[in-house]
């Protein structure tokens, strides 16, 4: 009787290997990195469950990784955990991971799709069917009670599993290589690939016998040994990347705690491709023992985008990662790592600036995540933030350091205004007193900057202000021709308010205006205008049409409220219209008027108005 299962492939899997087999990439040979970090990873668990006093099969056998090549074909070997039965069904037939979707999106859609990430979305071991018309697992699990098994699958139609009987530890994969991937068990080429892969790999690595890597822990040497090149080859591998990383901090630490690090921002930020939310992957060391590989809390959350490697020999090697993860030694290691990383990057954006605004285009949005979520780091992080700004020409960005910097006498505050582009902030009504003033504002384009701001309060001992809020008053307000007298333009405001009625709180004359007839202005002091549309939008079902109220403020040296005056008593019904209409206006410029229809009937009247006055 057979003792051979059959198994189906969880859809996911099944799709994604039909792409992988049956697409042309030009990257296959990233399946040797992935499948040899694999066997890293198994390797590095066997040490961890030695390490914590773990009964383990072979004890006496150490972990290592051996490769050997034949006719079209390659077995990768190594005498790591291995797997049982269960394990082999779980890792190698269901995935797990939530980015794994939308990988598999990116693939379908994209004619040339990026498969040197596959690495990144914990589908590696798949890659093997880019090159593979068989794929055959042998394992055997550390369990000392374990026995071994046998998984083969031809990528289409599922997989097989049968006993194999007695077994070594580990796990051994081999390939039947497609004819057009043949060069591939060439010994020359693979010694090729695997080095400029794997160098890095923490374990011996042997190809047909013949010992391919210095096994080192390159985090642990001294930085001045280091050469560029290998600092880079070694994010290549531990990040399933082929670009440069944007920067590099290596470490060490003796006090409050002893830390060994090395750590790297990838080029380009992962998440702003479209795909699933990434997750840090920054491995946990003891004494060069991986104690857990992406360690979960060892960074904030707003630092996921990180990739490396912390060794710390405070830590007891034989702790569960489920205390691991809520103990103080690891809040204690975050916020040392934390307020290093973030010192490194303040003197990177020193000495570099161009680097330092290409990390910024990619990663802004973290950092701001920061300064919203974490309290503790939230002056460090304002440090980073960079704006446009009135007194920089387009384009060029200023710290706020730098913009207190520029403050001249008697300014005691930071201002900010909110706005699509620079166009839309340079001809709002409320930029008008700062222009006229020569007061500096930074422009902010993002629409989470609100919120920032509001989280940050302060910088250097500076109230950050917005400038729909700040209390400021054009110095010598123009006494143009035809400017409304002190009474009269208190009067038409009077007389505006009572024509508009509720809809607005008050209405009174400006000293902020300079070229606008009108401004809205937020009744309530801490309220924006971005802050009160979200609120709006959040409360779509009240039909209140304002949630909060808005003072009017008129510029009694505008030609148009000089002429709205002197028509309020010739013909008060006009004069109410445009009342109503200069309100609205106000509305549109500030970004607050949301159904236009009631202002689009308005305009259509005057301007009938207007055509039969001049007929
Ligand atoms: P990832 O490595 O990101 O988890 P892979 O698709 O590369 O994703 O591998 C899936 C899983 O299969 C691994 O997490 C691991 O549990 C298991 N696995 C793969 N290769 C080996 C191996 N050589 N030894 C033990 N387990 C392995
Ligand atoms: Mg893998």
Same mark, same amino acid.
């Given at each position: 009787?057979?003792?051979?299962?059959?198994?189906?492939?969880?859809?996911?899997?099944?799709?994604?290997?039909?792409i992988?087999?049956?697409?042309?990439?030009?990257?296959?040979?990233?399946?040797v990195?992935?499948?040899?970090?694999n066997a890293?990873?198994?390797?590095?668990?066997?040490?961890?469950?030695?390490?914590?006093?773990?009964?383990?099969?072979?004890?006496?056998?150490?972990?290592?990784?051996?490769?050997?090549?034949?006719?079209?074909?390659?077995?990768?070997?190594?005498?790591?955990?291995?797997?049982?039965?269960?394990?082999?069904?779980?890792?190698?037939?269901?995935?797990?991971?939530?980015?794994?979707?939308?990988?598999?999106?990116?693939?379908?859609?994209?004619k040339?799709?990026?498969?040197?990430?596959?690495?990144?979305?914990?589908?590696?071991?798949?890659?093997?069917?880019?090159?593979?018309?068989?794929?055959?697992?042998?394992?055997?699990?550390?369990?000392?009670?374990?026995?071994?098994w046998?998984?083969?699958?031809?990528?289409?139609?599922?997989?097989?599993?049968?006993?194999?009987?007695?077994?070594?530890?580990?796990?051994?994969?081999?390939?039947?290589?497609?004819?057009?991937?043949?060069?591939f068990?060439?010994?020359?080429?693979?010694?090729?690939?695997?080095?400029?892969?794997?160098?890095?790999?923490?374990?011996?690595?042997?190809?047909?016998?013949?010992?391919?890597?210095?096994?080192?822990?390159?985090?642990?040497?001294?930085?001045? #040994?280091?050469?560029?090149?290998?600092?880079?080859?070694?994010?290549?591998?531990?990040?399933h990347?082929?670009?440069?990383?944007?920067?590099?901090?290596?470490?060490?630490?003796?006090?409050?705690?002893?830390?060994?690090?090395?750590?790297?921002?990838?080029?380009?930020?992962?998440e702003?491709?479209?795909?699933?939310?990434i #997750?840090?992957?920054?491995?946990?060391y003891?004494?060069?023992v991986?104690?857990?590989?992406?360690a979960?809390?060892?960074?904030?959350?707003?630092?996921?985008?990180?990739?490396?490697?912390?060794?710390?020999?405070?830590?007891?090697?034989?702790?569960?990662?489920?205390?691991?993860?809520d103990?103080?030694?690891?809040?204690?290691?975050?916020?040392?790592?934390?307020?290093?990383?973030?010192?490194?990057?303040d003197?990177?954006?020193?000495?570099?600036?161009?680097?330092?605004?290409?990390?910024y #285009?990619?990663?802004?949005?973290?950092?701001?995540?920061g300064?919203?979520?974490?309290?503790?780091?939230?002056?460090?992080?304002?440090?980073?933030?960079?704006?446009?700004?009135?007194?920089?020409?387009?384009?060029?960005?200023?710290?706020?350091?730098?913009y207190?910097?520029?403050?001249?006498?008697?300014?005691?505050?930071?201002?900010?205004?909110?706005?699509?582009?620079?166009?839309?902030?340079?001809?709002?009504?409320?930029?008008?007193?700062?222009?006229?003033?020569?007061?500096?504002?930074?422009?902010?384009?993002?629409?989470?900057?609100?919120?920032?701001?509001?989280?940050?309060?302060?910088?250097?001992?500076k109230?950050?202000?917005?400038?729909?809020?700040?209390?400021?008053?054009?110095?010598?307000?123009?006494?143009? #021709?035809?400017?409304?007298?002190?009474?009269?333009?208190?009067?038409?405001?009077?007389?505006?308010?009572?024509?508009?009625?509720?809809?607005?709180?008050?209405?009174?004359?400006?000293?902020?205006?300079?070229?606008?007839?009108?401004?809205?202005?937020?009744?309530?002091?801490?309220?924006?205008?971005?802050?009160?549309?979200?609120?709006?939008s959040?409360?779509?079902?009240?039909?209140?049409?304002?949630?909060?109220?808005?003072?009017?403020?008129?510029?009694?040296?505008?030609?148009?409220?000089?002429?709205?005056?002197?028509?309020?008593?010739?013909?008060?019904?006009?004069?109410?219209?445009?009342?109503?209409?200069?309100?609205?206006?106000?509305?549109?410029?500030?970004g607050?008027?949301?159904?236009?229809?009631?202002?689009?009937?308005?305009?259509?009247?005057?301007?009938?108005?207007?055509?039969?006055?001049?007929a």
């Amino acid at each position: 009787m057979s003792t051979t299962e059959k198994h189906h492939f969880q859809a996911e899997i099944q799709q994604l290997l039909d792409i992988v087999i049956h697409s042309l990439y030009t990257d296959k040979e990233i399946f040797v990195r992935e499948l040899i970090s694999n066997a890293a990873d198994a390797c590095e668990k066997l040490r961890f469950t030695q390490a914590a006093g773990t009964a383990v099969y072979q004890s006496e056998t150490v972990p290592g990784i051996a490769i050997t090549t034949g006719e079209k074909t390659i077995t990768i070997t190594d005498t790591g955990i291995g797997m049982t039965h269960g394990e082999l069904v779980e890792n190698l037939g269901t995935i797990a991971h939530s980015g794994t979707k939308a990988f598999l999106k990116q693939l379908a859609e994209d004619k040339k799709p990026d498969t040197k990430l596959i690495g990144q979305f914990g589908v590696g071991f798949y890659s093997a069917f880019m090159v593979a018309t068989n794929v055959t697992v042998l394992s055997r699990s550390l369990a000392p009670d374990a026995q071994g098994w046998r998984w083969t699958s031809q990528g289409t139609g599922g997989y097989e599993i049968e006993p194999a009987g007695d077994l070594p530890r580990g796990t051994a994969i081999t390939l039947q290589l497609k004819d057009d991937a043949s060069e591939f068990a060439e010994a020359d080429n693979l010694e090729r690939i695997i080095k400029r892969y794997s160098n890095f790999v923490q374990y011996p690595i042997e190809l047909n016998g013949k010992r391919l890597n210095t096994v080192q822990a390159i985090w642990a040497r001294s930085k001045n #040994e280091i050469k560029p090149e290998e600092y880079t080859e070694f994010y290549h591998f531990l990040g399933h990347d082929d670009a440069e990383p944007r920067y590099r901090l290596h470490f060490t630490a003796d006090a409050p705690l002893a830390i060994q690090a090395l750590l790297f921002v990838p080029e380009r930020n992962f998440e702003t491709l479209g795909m699933a939310r990434i #997750e840090s992957e920054v491995n946990l060391y003891c004494k060069k023992v991986m104690i857990q590989d992406k360690a979960k809390g060892l960074f904030p959350e707003w630092l996921r985008f990180l990739k490396g490697v912390v060794d710390s020999e405070d830590l007891p090697l034989n702790i569960s990662r489920e205390t691991m993860q809520d103990s103080s030694l690891l809040k204690k290691l975050n916020g040392v790592l934390t307020g290093r990383f973030l010192k490194f990057l303040d003197e990177q954006a020193e000495k570099e600036a161009g680097t330092y605004a290409k990390f910024y #285009e990619q990663y802004n949005r973290f950092l701001k995540e920061g300064v919203v979520s974490d309290y503790q780091h939230k002056d460090a992080l304002g440090k980073l933030l960079r704006y446009e700004s009135s007194a920089l020409p387009k384009g060029a960005q200023t710290s706020l350091a730098e913009y207190v910097k520029r403050l001249p006498e008697g300014q005691k505050e930071i201002y900010f205004l909110i706005g699509q582009n620079r166009e839309a902030v340079e001809s709002s009504p409320y930029y008008e007193v700062f222009q006229a003033r020569k007061f500096e504002v930074l422009f902010l384009y993002d629409p989470w900057d609100e919120f920032v701001m509001d989280h940050l309060r302060q910088f250097d001992g500076k109230d950050l202000r917005s400038a729909e809020k700040a209390e400021l008053d054009v110095a010598e307000p123009t006494k143009k #021709e035809g400017t409304l007298s002190d009474d009269d333009a208190t009067a038409l405001a009077a007389w505006i308010k009572e024509t508009l009625g509720d809809r607005i709180s008050a209405v009174r004359p400006s000293k902020r205006l300079v070229d606008s007839p009108a401004v809205v202005l937020e009744a309530d002091k801490f309220m924006t205008s971005t802050m009160r549309r979200i609120m709006k939008s959040m409360k779509r079902d009240t039909d209140a049409p304002d949630i909060v109220k808005h003072d009017l403020e008129i510029n009694p040296a505008h030609p148009l409220m000089s002429r709205l005056n002197a028509m309020r008593q010739a013909d008060p019904a006009l004069a109410g219209k445009v009342a109503e209409q200069v309100l609205d206006s106000a509305r549109v410029a500030a970004g607050l008027m949301e159904d236009p229809r009631a202002m689009l009937k308005r305009i259509n009247e005057l301007l009938e108005q207007v055509l039969t006055a001049k007929a």
